[in-house]
């Protein structure tokens, strides 16, 4: 927590936060623009301060590095100061703030990228992402079904109906799980078309992983885009707490799933 907060304490990181929740996955070139007062170089000092404290995630895409907004680490400070009825309140103020200064408040981007370290071995993260039983404790009560072999399909399971549906399209445990991911979990993400998914396990050191969600393919303004940003920081934090305390995090202050 210290980290982040160090790494939020600069106006200069906050603006290059800002305009990643804007417009996410924007080159170092891009970045700069933002700050045209500092050279390459200071700008690339404030992006390794905000990827250190795991607010911003990088990945190579062609020639240039692009960056995320990585919003795990923020819902972490929401999970410890809020619970689920002080966060409802707040949410709604929120909403009717965004309302009455009709502010954008979604990005533009059709990728997202999530990442958290995990004390665990890969082995008992990639147990966590395809174990009905581990799922169900941190999925949003969903219970994840398939025999998880390229081809084979899958499916999470919630009251006895489909979750969410798909194909598993690259298998390679314990270290990446590529998906299609296909939303049904209310009508308002069932006419969205199917988008991909891919969780990357990689162990940043003896016994710590690093769990990264690279989501592919969502629909700019669409329901599935927006209950994805919102729900994935809380299941990967959900994980995260399951593997290294044995206990779930309680209930999400609103019903969605991603």
């Not at 795990?72 to 400070?77: F, S, T």
């Not at 590529?178 to 979990?185: G, I, K």
Request: hydrophobic letters at 40%.
């Amino acid at each position: 927590m210290d980290d982040v907060f160090r790494a939020l304490a600069h106006p200069a990181r906050r603006r290059l936060l800002d305009e990643l929740f804007r417009s996410d996955g924007l080159s170092l070139s891009e970045l700069g623009a933002v700050l045209p007062e500092m050279t390459r170089f200071g700008v690339m000092k404030h992006l390794r301060v905000l990827e250190a404290a795991g607010l911003v995630t990088s990945r190579r895409v062609g020639r240039e590095r692009h960056h995320f907004l990585n919003a795990v680490p923020i819902r972490q400070l929401h999970d410890r100061w809020l619970d689920r009825y002080r966060a409802r309140a707040a949410a709604v103020l929120l909403d009717l703030k965004a309302t009455l200064e009709e502010e954008e408040t979604m990005s533009e981007s059709d990728t997202q990228v999530f990442s958290v370290f995990v004390k665990a071995p890969p082995e008992r993260v990639w147990e966590a992402i395809t174990d009905p039983e581990l799922t169900r404790q941190y999925y949003y009560a969903s219970s994840v079904e398939s025999e998880w072999e390229p081809g084979s399909p899958y499916r999470y399971v919630l009251d006895g109906g489909d979750a969410i549906v798909g194909e598993v399209l690259e298998a390679a445990p314990p270290r990446k799980l590529v998906l299609t991911f296909d939303a049904r979990w209310d009508e308002d993400v069932t006419g969205d078309p199917p988008s991909r998914i891919t969780w990357e396990i990689a162990e940043a050191a003896p016994g710590l992983v690093r769990l990264t969600v690279v989501h592919v393919g969502l629909v700019p303004g669409s329901a599935t885009h927006e209950q994805v940003v919102g729900g994935m920081p809380f299941i990967l934090s959900g994980l995260k707490t399951l593997l290294e305390t044995g206990e779930p995090l309680a209930a999400p202050a609103a019903t969605a799933t991603s």
